[in-house]
């Protein structure tokens, strides 16, 4: 079976294989690379788009054949720590043979706008929000869990897998409707949407990583980032 596909993860196995997480357009596989530390291994990189042949009946598949499949995405600094938070997630969240060609095609844009040192920003909250929502855990941006849409002046509360709701009084972790509905919009241009962005995927986010830290969020932080 050939496919497109970008390595997210990969660890040694026996003594010259590799074990890998795969992302295609038919889901995340494990494979095993042999000979990963000949030719196939040199291109077998992360972060750029790879054809790949796959074989074997088994769940864990072989790769037979890896070769490049477009331009190469050179990363470095906040690019690169920001594509190991994109790899941690999907294999944290994304569940083994569950197809996703959207969310596929969509992660081939943010490495390439990160690759091209686009805004970090709208690219890793527009990708954690495509993430939610391909995986079903998506909610409203105009309307409450009561139905009602909506007010820019009132405060509300996430509940991940609900939805917004109203609350009467500030208390930590709150939102403000017009944040909330600036971000439906995508109005990037405020530093405050940006801030309520942030905080809003963190907290989505973390009702479905189960308590574990993502290690590239520690790596990020050491190198006086934040994701």
């Known amino acids: ?80 720590f920001c594509a190991m938070y994109l790899n941690e997630l999907l294999v944290r969240l994304l569940p083994l043979h569950d197809p996703h060609p959207v969310l596929f095609e969509h992660y081939n844009l943010t490495v390439q706008g990160l690759a091209h040192g686009l805004p970090l920003e709208p690219l890793l909250r527009t990708f954690e929000w495509r ?28 509940l991940p897998e609900s939805g917004f709701e109203a609350v009467m009084q500030f208390r930590p972790g709150v939102f403000l409707g017009a944040d909330i509905l600036a971000l439906s919009a995508d109005d990037w241009q405020q530093p405050s949407v940006l801030h309520t962005a942030k905080r809003l995927m963190r907290q989505a986010l973390a009702a479905y990583l189960g308590g574990r830290p993502l290690m590239s969020r520690e790596l990020f932080l050491a190198q006086k980032g934040s994701l």
Do not use: C, W
């Not at 990963?36 to 769940?59: H, N, Q, W, Y």
């Not at 079903?136 to 002046?153: E, H, K, M, T, W």
């Open 1 to 80: 079976m050939s496919s497109l596909a970008f390595i997210l993860h990969s660890r040694p196995y026996k003594e010259t294989s590799a074990l890998m997480d795969v992302f295609t357009p038919d889901g995340r596989l494990r494979a095993i690379l042999r000979g990963a530390r000949g030719k196939l291994g040199s291109v077998a990189r992360p972060f750029s788009m790879l054809d790949i042949e796959l074989r074997g009946r088994s769940e864990l598949k072989s790769i037979s054949r890896i070769e490049p499949a477009g331009e190469f995405n050179f990363l470095q600094g906040q690019g690169l």
């Open 131 to 158: 993430l939610l929502e391909q995986l079903g855990y998506g909610f409203s941006f105009q309307v409450d869990i009561a139905g009602q849409a909506l007010d820019a002046q009132m405060l509300y509360r996430l």
